[in-house]
C-alpha cells in the first residue's frame, strides 16, 4: 500500500512564503517524476510543477521564478517551496508520484493541503 501525505499548507498574505512537503511511503520499488498540482474553486486541477528523478524541473508559467520544486530521494519526499505568493495562488495542493508499487507502475496521489493567501 502507498500512501502520500503533504504538510505544511496555510494561511499566509500576499508576498509571503510557504513550503509544502510531501512524504511517499510504502510498498515502493522506484519512484520516478514526482510534482505537486493544485485546485482553486470552480477550476480544473492544473500542473504546478514537477522534477523527474534525475532533478530536471518543469513549472507552470504562472509560478516560474517565484516557486521551486525539489526532492530527497533517500527520503522519497517532494518538496515546494512558494515564495512571493499572490491571492491567485490559493488552492489545495496536490502532491503525486508516478511509481512502481512492487512491479507495478502507477500515479499516485496525496489528500492535498490547502494554501490560502489573503490580502
Known amino acids: 500500500q502507498v500512501q502520500l501525505v503533504e504538510s505544511g499548507g496555510g494561511l499566509v498574505q500576499a508576498g509571503g512564503s510557504l513550503r509544502l512537503s510531501c512524504v511517499v511511503s510504502?510498498?515502493?520499488?522506484?519512484?520516478?517524476?514526482m510534482a505537486w498540482y493544485r485546485q482553486a474553486p470552480g477550476k480544473q486541477r492544473e500542473l504546478v510543477a514537477s522534477?523527474?528523478?534525475?532533478?530536471?524541473?518543469n513549472y507552470a508559467d504562472s509560478v516560474k521564478g517565484r516557486f521551486t520544486i525539489s526532492r530527497d530521494n533517500a527520503k522519497n519526499t517532494v518538496f515546494l517551496q512558494m515564495n512571493s505568493l499572490k491571492l491567485e495562488d490559493t488552492a489545495v495542493y496536490y502532491c503525486?508520484?508516478?511509481?512502481?508499487?512492487?512491479?507495478?507502475?502507477?500515479?499516485?496521489w496525496g489528500q492535498g493541503t490547502q494554501v490560502t493567501v489573503s490580502s
Open positions: 503525486a508520484a508516478d511509481l512502481f508499487a512492487g512491479s507495478l507502475r502507477s500515479d499516485y
Open positions: 522534477v523527474t528523478s534525475g532533478g530536471r524541473t
Open positions: 510504502g510498498n515502493i520499488f522506484r519512484i520516478n517524476a
